[in-house]
């Protein structure tokens, strides 16, 4: 079974709508940590957060926004008016003891903002 | 401060030959890591190190061999190319085990 699943393949969406990208996770660990990264066009991977299971308070940078919610294990990440340079693949991924905290990715979600 | 570095960016080797992918943080990480990513996938963890002189098997390891003689150097070795390790190969180092990677450019890998 999928540790972390993003069931968006694609999303395709115009510049300056809001847009969501989905992450749920399994684990039977009480401490763990989640990550989003960013892989645009260009092929690098760009860190962009690290949650760890006892803070479920939401994050928010700049247009940037997760929504942690232990009760449906999801970390969801949200861009607000979004804009073309936003094009890229995200990754979700899981951090637990089971697996001696070694990253587990999701398959990734292809994000394409059309101007 | 460069960060992760990898070297080659690209590399074509035909199957059976051997080879080693660079990888160098300057960022004094202690963890440093190796994957592979193929189209259509997330990364997949082939070895990983927690410090010098100590490294360990990730997800699929097979065909390649790791050592960490400093804290700065992970070099990645195939050991006989096959067709199968065509792939991009990311190197990544982090502070802790459990805390953010930071990788390096990616070396894309070509076996004919």
């Known amino acids: 079974a999928q540790k972390v699943t993003q069931a968006q393949t694609e999303i395709s969406v115009v510049e300056k709508e809001d847009v969501t990208l989905d992450c749920v996770y399994e684990?039977?660990?009480?401490?763990?940590?989640l990550f989003w990264y960013k892989q645009p066009p260009s092929g690098e991977l760009v860190f962009l957060i690290r949650r760890n299971s006892f803070d479920e308070q939401n994050e928010i940078s700049g247009r940037y926004s997760w929504n942690f919610q232990k009760s449906t294990s999801s970390f969801n990440f949200t861009i607000t008016a979004s804009q073309v340079v936003d094009s890229a693949v995200y990754f979700c991924a899981l951090s637990e003891v089971d697996s001696n905290y070694q990253l587990i990715w999701g398959a990734g979600t292809k994000l394409i903002i059309k101007p | 401060n460069a960060g992760v570095t990898q070297t080659p960016k690209f590399q074509v080797l035909k199957t059976g030959q051997s080879m080693t992918l660079q990888c160098a943080q300057d960022m004094n990480h202690e963890y440093m890591s190796w994957y592979r990513q193929d189209p259509g996938m997330g990364l997949r963890l082939i070895h990983y190190s927690v410090g010098a002189g100590i490294t360990d098997q990730g997800e699929v390891p097979n065909g390649y061999n790791v050592s960490r003689s400093t804290t700065e150097d992970f070099p990645l070795r195939l050991l006989s190319a096959a067709p199968s390790q065509t792939s991009v190969y990311f190197c990544?180092?982090?502070?802790?085990?459990?805390?953010?990677?930071?990788f390096g450019p990616g070396t894309r890998l070509t076996v004919t």
């Open positions: 684990t039977r660990d009480t401490t763990y940590y």
């Open positions: 990544a180092s982090s502070p802790g085990l459990n805390g953010e990677q930071y």
